[in-house]
């Protein structure tokens, strides 16, 4: 099981991101563009959201529709998906995020960010 500690770990863990609030909730940005939120400024959040493909998401919701969903009447309109923070593992989590951070993030920070591992 993941929290929203582990959300903000992960995401402040890559390159050139910040967090900044919008909409009262947690926002994650690289370069000033969002790639994850927290549902709440609660400390105890129990969704994120993350930037993805729509065509990616589909896919995913459909294979594990118990972890991924869509926020009724806002995230079918942009490339984003939702999270259960209770219903996924640190390691899973980290790999949303990152792919998150890689689909916003220019083509140059994401070269130094590949050629640093």
Same mark, same amino acid.
């Given at each position: ?30 370069? @000033?563009? /969002? *790639? ?5 400024? #609660?400390? #105890?959040?129990?969704?994120?959201? *993350?930037? /993805? @493909? ?6 995913? /919701? ?9 926020? #009724? ?17 640190? @390691?899973?989590?980290?790999?949303? /995020?990152? #792919?998150?951070? $890689? ?7 994401? $070269?130094? *960010?590949?050629?640093? @591992?």
């Amino acid at each position: 099981m993941a929290t929203a500690a582990d959300v903000r770990r992960l995401a402040l863990g890559l390159p050139q991101t910040s967090e900044m609030p919008a909409w009262m909730q947690p926002t994650f940005r690289v370069r @000033d563009k /969002i *790639f994850a939120s927290l549902s709440s400024a #609660d400390p #105890d959040a129990v969704e994120m959201g *993350f930037a /993805i @493909d729509k065509q990616e998401r589909l896919e995913l /919701i459909a294979s594990e529709p118990e972890v991924f969903f869509l926020k #009724d009447g806002h995230d079918e309109n942009y490339n984003f998906a939702r999270v259960r923070l209770a219903h996924i593992d640190v @390691d899973e989590l980290t790999e949303v /995020i990152t #792919d998150a951070w $890689r689909r916003i993030a220019p083509v140059g920070l994401r $070269r130094q *960010f590949d050629e640093s @591992d």
